[in-house]
């Protein structure tokens, strides 16, 4: 789904079989709005225009209007004119699942191909016929990529539909994590996709990928696509905007094209020329909680009158509702769902089976147009258990309106402690992996799986870099970003991060190495698993290193949990805890280490810290395996 934050490969794998539809176009006007908005001018046939607008890093759709563009156009938007003004889009396609879409303009002997970026910060490229860069909105460097001119874009991404079926089996039993985080990592869905093609295949999303059924997930998620491409329900739910309808969404607005419905929710782009909106009066804190008290018994309302229309469409469709619940209830003794649900689509003529919009296997219930209200019903109940599923949200609705109204006729009180101004530590890009900073101020990082010590040793181990390892089996790849003189910290980082404590040892040795040194070439004969990596020469030991994390609370000069070795920690933490292999799970050690922390601290400074102390920051620093917390 679309989020505010961006679009996913599945939306852009719809808008790319939307916008498809229109050809042929051809390029008019190109503009250039802020330093990551573009807008590009088509014209199709029979005098259609379109207006295509495409924000790097984020979105890309049709609108109904261009902001208004400055008076002196940029100078990449003038490059862009330069070389497409006039061309004739011959193609617009996604590589693989990637968020990245090309249009492909041909103009007089030549095909130029205009990239669309839509993922980290975003890029907007421009290419010849054979993919040497002309120019990039932005120059970027990256270990195994540069995106500056002349050099060769690099092109392609998995799209694990277009897999055989051995293909995919294979993919899916390699995988080492659950079937939900395969197909959101390794197959680019994301997790809302990931999580309805789970449920389309009738499969546990927690169960370990090597264990389901490949064959089902892969004619789940064909199905998706499919339905992305081919049979578009654009709508705007609570959670986000959608190209087709998934189970549990609850619909706020429909849509014809995917195109509209990006267009209404995303916020429209500032132009030059354009006055700022006038800033809004600051609230008390007394009138935002009534204005939220007021927002949600309309919320409630909204939800009262949606289920009284369902009960009423349901009553006036008695028999009808009543003939289907009864067909399929005896259909589904023989068949299997999908095949219930093939059935029902080439049977479109038969006006019953026409009323079935949606078929949910996992649920074994429908959904159906009762004369414009899509109602979802269970097969295996009767007629009145679906009124009383409906008449149950009712009355739940109105208890919940009734409280609201309670709570807005009595008084606010007035809240004394004033807010403080605490700055929350900045997201970073080595904040997705386990990470320390030395006591002599030197980045430490550490893979939290094979999949990121993969990335760690391709992507970002450089010349003057230090490779360590816990010398057992599983455990963080570390890379020292620099010279430290502290590597007994870096050993004991190495050493807790690593299956040395999973087993419950309190030592272990650990090693290093130089950049050079590391390879993924085997031996003949001999094979490097996912994760793994050969070392070769002479090696660094340190012997018996202590096992030990310590994770606290920094505030200055950012709020945020830290860990890593104690005496890297302490000095910077302004509360702390220290954790030794034992027996708690890391989920109740993240809890434990939540309260100590707490009560470390006095309640006032502690309650105006939520937002950074929580269990989930907690998480991120504890190590696998079972925890104990040591008193101090």
């Excluded at 219930?340 to 479109?348: D, G, P």
């Excluded at 959904?367 to 009767?382: F, M, Q």
């Excluded at 010590?453 to 391709?458: A, R």
Aim: charged share 30%; glycine share 8%; hydrophobic share 40%.
């Amino acid at each position: 789904m679309a989020t505010q934050q961006g679009m996913s490969g599945i939306d852009l794998r719809a808008l790319v079989a939307e916008a498809s539809e229109r050809l042929p176009l051809w390029v008019g006007k190109i503009y250039q709005f802020d330093t990551k908005t573009l807008g590009i001018r088509l014209n199709g046939e029979d005098r259609a225009k379109y207006l295509l607008i495409v924000e790097a890093g984020r979105r890309a759709h049709f609108t109904a209007e261009f902001p208004t563009p400055p008076k002196h156009p940029p100078a990449f938007a003038m490059l862009l004119r330069k070389h497409l003004d006039g061309g004739k889009v011959l193609c617009i396609h996604q590589f693989g699942l990637e968020r990245a879409i090309c249009l492909d303009i041909g103009k007089r002997d030549t095909t130029y191909h205009l990239i669309f970026e839509l993922f980290d910060e975003g890029n907007v490229v421009l290419c010849d016929e054979t993919y040497t860069i002309i120019k990039p909105l932005w120059h970027h460097r990256f270990r195994n990529r540069e995106v500056v001119p002349g050099a060769v874009y690099v092109t392609g991404g998995p799209d694990c539909s277009t897999l055989s079926p051995d293909e995919f089996r294979a993919m899916v039993a390699a995988s080492e994590r659950d079937i939900v985080r395969t197909l959101a990592v390794d197959c680019l869905l994301g997790g809302a996709y990931a999580e309805a093609v789970c449920r389309m295949a009738g499969v546990d999303k927690s169960a370990p990928a090597a264990e389901v059924d490949a064959d089902t997930v892969r004619e789940a998620l064909g199905r998706l696509m499919v339905d992305a491409e081919r049979h578009r329900q654009p709508v705007i739910t609570t959670t986000g905007c959608w190209p087709i309808v998934l189970p549990g969404e609850e619909v706020l607005k429909r849509f014809s094209t995917f195109s509209e419905a990006l267009d209404k929710f995303y916020p429209p782009v500032t132009g030059e020329g354009k006055e700022a909106a006038p800033e809004k009066p600051r609230l008390s804190r007394e009138e935002v909680i009534r204005q939220r008290q007021a927002e949600a018994i309309r919320g409630f309302e909204k939800k009262i009158e949606r289920y009284e229309r369902v009960v009423e469409a349901i009553y006036e469709n008695y028999q009808t509702v009543a003939g289907i619940l009864a067909t399929l209830g005896e259909a589904s003794r023989t068949r299997s769902w999908q095949e219930i649900e093939q059935i029902l689509r080439s049977n479109r003529e038969n006006p019953a089976a026409k009323m079935v919009r949606a078929v949910h296997p996992a649920e074994a219930a429908v959904e159906l147009d009762l004369e414009g209200e899509r109602v979802k019903v269970y097969v295996h109940e009767t007629i009145e258990q679906n009124l009383g599923r409906y008449y149950d949200q009712i009355k739940k609705f109105k208890k919940k309106k009734a409280g609201a109204v309670a709570a807005m006729a009595r008084a606010v009180p007035e809240k004394t402690r004033q807010k403080r101004d605490i700055p929350l530590q900045k997201k970073r890009w080595y904040h997705r992996f386990r990470w320390f900073v030395t006591s002599d101020g030197v980045l430490v990082i550490g893979g939290r799986d094979a999949s990121q010590n993969e990335e760690l040793v391709k992507k970002y181990l450089e010349g003057g870099d230090l490779f360590v390892h816990a010398d057992v089996h599983g455990g963080s790849v570390v890379i020292v970003k620099g010279m430290t003189e502290r590597m007994d910290e870096v050993a004991q980082f190495a050493a807790s991060y690593s299956n040395a404590w999973k087993a419950g040892h309190f030592t272990t040795d650990v090693y290093a190495a130089r950049p050079e040194q590391v390879s993924k070439t085997a031996e003949s004969g001999e094979y490097v698993a996912r994760g793994a990596f050969v070392v070769r020469g002479e090696r660094q030991y340190f012997r018996n290193v202590p096992l030990a994390v310590a994770i606290g609370l920094q505030v200055s000069p950012e709020v945020a949990v830290i860990g890593g070795p104690p005496t890297a920690v302490s000095g910077r933490a302004r509360a702390w805890v220290e954790l030794r292999p034992g027996q708690f799970e890391p989920n109740d050690t993240a809890k434990k280490v939540v309260r100590a922390l707490r009560e470390r601290l006095p309640e006032d400074e502690w309650k105006g810290l939520k937002n950074a102390l929580n269990t989930e920051a907690v998480a991120a620093f504890v190590p696998p395996g079972g925890s104990d917390l040591v008193e101090s």
